[in-house]
């Protein structure tokens, strides 16, 4: 049996984020439900004399071999485990980089759950607040890779049930937004009254069509073609949620019919040929470790 391992790391949407204050540590709180796709990278991993790590990307933006999530949370472990065995790992990127889609976090996570196994690392040494301040606030939810309600700064985890399962449009207009910017720019004023506090274990997608994500109204305005792309998908036949993820700048339409997401697709793409635009199921049952040994 060959050593080589192939993972694959399922990109997160954000259905609903809502920021609620600044921290004194400079972080902010944060509460809403997520979801991951059947939209994926794929890690392949042999064991190596040494770390080494690299690419196949599609995209326009490079990622560095060097500084990278998955360096960043193979440091962050040899601090907990100093006998960390050595990899070399090969990403082939299917998910856009920068984009609300939790890349580099699910990257990490995917990473991180091999390692569990092959090592057999007890997860109770490792402490998730610490783990979203030093690797990313997304990897603890991308580590579970199931529908979940986080909050803190998305370190704490209650699983959830979506009540069925959709199709999923996305469209990136492949422009540049920094996470750390639009954070800078984000009043919690007057939007308190808007925050839905309550925590749903099973939500219904009217639920989840209530919420909102407080980072897209700010986007918005200094990019206003996300305000159209929401615009369109909203005004697209069969589609009942549209929303933008994360931080952006990647949007989301929610279809319950196939016919209707790819007819919404083929207008997205003669309107905006340089797009990424591509079509997905909501992923909606757990995958903890998702292996194939060749």
């Not at 690392?121 to 607040?129: F, K």
């Not at 610490?130 to 979940?148: K, M, Q, Y």
């Not at 109204?217 to 792309?229: F, K, L, R, S, W």
Request: aromatic residues 10%.
């Amino acid at each position: 049996m060959s050593s080589k391992v192939v993972l694959r790391a399922n990109a997160k949407i954000n259905l609903t984020l809502d920021i609620l204050g600044k921290r004194s540590d400079n972080y902010h709180d944060i509460q809403g439900y997520v979801a991951f796709l059947d939209l994926y990278d794929e890690l392949i991993i042999n064991h190596s004399e040494k770390l080494l790590v690299s690419f196949d990307n599609p995209f326009n933006e490079n990622v560095s071999s060097k500084s990278n999530t998955i360096i960043k949370l193979y440091s962050y472990l040899s601090s907990y485990f100093p006998n960390l065995s050595q990899y070399k790992v090969h990403v082939k990127k299917n998910i856009p980089i920068s984009a609300g889609l939790g890349g580099g976090s699910c990257n990490a996570a995917a990473f991180m759950r091999y390692l569990i196994s092959d090592l057999k690392i007890n997860m109770d040494q490792i402490n998730l607040e610490s783990l979203a301040r030093n690797v990313g606030a997304d990897v603890p939810c991308c580590l579970i890779n199931e529908s979940s309600y986080i909050s803190g700064i998305g370190e704490i985890i209650q699983e959830v049930k979506l009540s069925d399962a959709y199709y999923c449009l996305l469209v990136n207009p492949q422009i540049r937004v920094s996470t750390s910017k639009i954070y800078e720019k984000i009043s919690i004023k007057g939007l308190e009254a808007l925050h839905n506090k309550k925590f749903l274990s099973n939500p219904s997608i009217g639920h989840i069509i209530n919420g909102k994500n407080d980072f897209q109204q700010i986007i918005i305005q200094d990019y206003p073609i996300i305000g159209e792309i929401i615009h369109h998908l909203t005004e697209a036949e069969g589609c009942f949620l549209a929303r933008m993820t994360g931080s952006g700048p990647t949007c989301f339409g929610f279809f319950l019919k196939k016919e209707d997401m790819s007819k919404c697709k083929k207008n997205f793409e003669e309107m905006y040929p340089k797009f990424w635009i591509w079509i997905w199921h909501i992923i909606i049952f757990c995958i903890f470790i998702n292996v194939a040994r060749l």
